[in-house]
């Protein structure tokens, strides 16, 4: 199975800087079929990024993200005070799919 | 708009089964695949498999072939996770999830999570 590592495991930043996470993949993911997620303490996982660039509906456009092959990147320009959360990646290209371990972006 | 309804919390004791509803609307059913995720207390996201309700077509983690059953309803659109023989550590919050096609095949709605604790 494709392992995702992702990179750091906490980022503590200020509002207003820029978020710059990773997601790396022990094996080519299949056609960018890869995956960003939002998720706060008691709730479901959120949508961001799906294959690898494309916001989903409702995203707010200071979320984008990159990455092709094995190496992919969350980026988050500006944090807004609801951004503080758990990142995780996921791809979706070959069975079984897999998530990252999650990166927690807290409030410095 | 969208949804995807989970049924309440379970306890369980160690061997027995749960089995997990996920009630969606506003969307067709068959068009769509049922994910099942689950999330054990403070850790990850663990995808278990998931459902085409267009034919019953499933795919299983290998770690719970054997021990785990997705079906669906298309009369009621609820799709169902049946987990069997549950230990300690099958204590988590079960998610159903939409998946799409192709590159859109991400999880894009999610039920609110169904907690299952195993406890003797």
């Known amino acids: 199975e494709i392992v995702l590592t992702q990179s750091p495991g906490t980022l503590a930043l200020s509002p207003g800087e820029r978020a710059t996470l990773s997601c790396r993949a022990s094996q080519s993911v299949s056609s960018s079929y890869l995956a960003w997620y939002q998720q706060k303490p008691g709730q479901a996982p959120r949508l961001l990024i799906y294959?690898?660039?494309t916001r989903a509906t409702g995203i707010p456009d200071r979320f984008s993200g990159s990455g092709s092959g094995t190496d992919f990147t969350l980026t988050i320009s500006k944090l807004e005070p609801e951004d503080f959360a758990v990142y995780s990646c996921?791809?979706?290209?070959?069975?079984?799919?897999?998530f990252g371990q999650g990166t927690k972006v807290e409030i410095k | 708009q969208v949804q995807l309804v989970q049924s309440g919390a379970e306890v369980k004791k160690p061997g027995a089964s749960v089995k997990v509803s996920c009630k969606t609307s506003?969307?067709?059913?068959?068009?769509?695949?049922i994910s099942w995720v689950r999330q054990a207390p403070g850790q990850g996201l663990e995808w278990m498999g998931w459902i085409t309700p267009y034919n019953g077509n499933t795919d299983y983690a290998q770690k719970f072939q054997g021990r785990v059953t997705m079906t669906t309803d298309t009369s009621t659109n609820t799709g169902y996770m049946e987990l069997r023989s549950l230990r300690f550590d099958d204590t988590a919050v079960y998610y159903c999830?939409?998946?799409?096609?192709?590159?859109?095949?991400?999880?894009?709605?999610w039920g609110q999570g169904t907690l299952v604790t195993v406890s003797s």
């Open positions: 506003a969307y067709s059913f068959t068009s769509y695949g």
């Open positions: 294959g690898a660039s």
């Open positions: 999830a939409r998946r799409g096609t192709g590159v859109a095949a991400a999880n894009d709605y």
């Open positions: 996921q791809q979706y290209g070959t069975s079984p799919w897999t």
